[in-house]
């Protein structure tokens, strides 16, 4: 070990030891904690804060992978209402968290359906080390009930998160497979303005909202004839962050548009990239879907929207490309 490694390594007991007493002092007489404006509530203590059972082997709250798929099929077909969701604990079963020959398995048995195994974590030793640095449950969510509602899944702690809105599920290409099988369920599902309008303004309603992100995504978010329109009110509500996950097809075919998005508030793109080079992309199906990525890039970038690189890594199609595209982004830091 380098001798600075070891002066690294003394500095960091220290730290840690000196926060250790400075906690333990404060528990015995504790500062009142404030309350952010954006909560109505105090901020939580270290010591406040509960934490889950953590380490195994230990019983968890799971689903019958089976269950999940059935009670879903029975929505859509009408034999079953949705709110079963809610109220009815659809598909839970308790499972198993164990530790085996070195790695972390979830095992569960579903009465209807059976055994189910699923590989959690290759080194349990690295899943330890990263449980020992949870640190608590943030604050409890508050002006939440009617719209936090969704039975045991429901989100209870937290200080807000990025609020992804589906657009629409129709899309400008046909991957297979695709995150949302978009243009693949016979059936287009497209927000209305006012659909947009109650979602944004009920979700800006729940505290806390420290982060207020929204991120347009679908499908293709671009073909919403109201994109630009809800990237305009989410601004407007208050969301400080608007962004889009696209494929950037729209961008590539218009500066007109990248300015147009820009000018009402679009801040990011997360834009769809799976590998450097037209052939690195051919699974996509689309011949110069590379040169199309070049080509929304630039107009992003001169339009003044930042672009993150989205990544969907399928082994033996695309995992020869985690260096180029790091190298890629490592090249154009003013635009990626
Ligand atoms: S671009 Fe995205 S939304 Fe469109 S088909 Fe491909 S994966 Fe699906």
């Not at 029975?74 to 604990?89: A, C, E, M, Q, T």
């Not at 979830?106 to 330890?128: N, R, W, Y």
């Not at 590539?252 to 080079?277: H, N, T």
């Amino acid at each position: 070990m380098r001798p600075i490694k070891h002066v690294e390594k003394g500095l960091t007991y220290i730290a840690s030891g000196a926060f250790k007493a400075i906690k333990s002092v404060n528990q015995f007489k504790p500062n009142p904690s404030f309350t952010p404006k954006w909560a109505d509530k105090p901020i939580l203590k270290s010591w406040q804060k509960t934490k889950p059972t953590l380490g195994f082997p230990r019983t968890t709250d799971s689903l019958c992978p089976q269950c999940v798929i059935e009670a879903r099929e029975d929505i859509i077909s009408g034999k079953k209402d949705v709110s079963i969701l809610v109220n009815d604990k659809v598909g839970e079963i308790k499972a198993q968290i164990i530790e085996r020959d070195g790695q972390v398995w979830m095992v569960k048995e579903c009465p209807q359906h059976g055994k189910i195994e699923d590989l959690m974590a290759v080194d349990s030793k690295f899943l330890t080390h990263i449980e020992s640095l949870f640190p608590g449950r943030d604050m409890q969510a508050h002006n939440d009930e009617k719209l936090h509602n969704h039975g045991s899944s429901t989100i209870k702690y937290g200080r807000g998160a990025v609020l992804t809105v589906d657009l629409t599920n129709r899309c400008n290409m046909m991957c297979d497979p695709c995150f949302m099988d978009a243009n693949q369920v016979g059936f287009v599902h497209e927000l209305s303005m006012e659909d947009v309008k109650e979602i944004l303004d009920n979700a800006i309603s729940i505290k806390p909202r420290r982060q207020m992100s929204v991120q347009y995504s679908g499908g293709e978010p671009t073909l919403s004839p109201h994109f630009l329109d809800a990237i305009r009110y989410a601004r407007k509500v208050g969301y400080n962050s608007v962004q889009a996950a696209t494929n950037g097809i729209e961008f590539a075919k218009s500066k007109e548009f990248c300015r147009e998005a820009a000018e009402a508030g679009l801040r990011f793109v997360y834009l769809q990239f799976d590998g450097i080079g037209n052939d690195a992309n051919s699974h996509r199906q689309i011949g110069n879907l590379f040169d199309v990525k070049l080509r929304a890039i630039n107009n992003l970038h001169e339009a003044g929207v930042d672009i993150i690189l989205v990544t969907t890594l399928v082994n033996g199609i695309n995992n020869d490309q985690v260096g180029s595209i790091i190298r890629f982004a490592l090249e154009n830091p003013k635009k990626i």
